[in-house]
């Protein structure tokens, strides 16, 4: 997610009234997510736990994934 994150914040870095300032928060947020997991792995085992007791959140968190692909696939498409 780190790795990611910061690659993603290389190419993408764009703060201006656009689209592509989506990706730039998601970038950013996968920095977060990775610092995060890193320096507090509690925080992922009680996520895994919660997971693993819930799993009909997977099923919600893959639609919304799903759902932010297609409006990103389309926005560079179309708005380029």
Do not use: D
């Amino acid at each position: 997610q780190l790795m990611l994150g910061v690659a993603l914040a290389l190419l993408h870095s764009s703060w201006a009234a656009h689209w592509k300032i989506i990706l730039t928060v998601l970038a950013w947020a996968l920095i977060a997510k990775g610092i995060t997991s890193l320096a507090f792995p509690e925080i992922v085992k009680k996520k895994i736990a919660f997971i693993k007791s819930n799993r009909q959140v997977v099923s919600y968190a893959l639609l919304v994934m799903v759902i932010v692909g297609c409006l990103l696939i389309y926005l560079g498409n179309n708005f380029n």
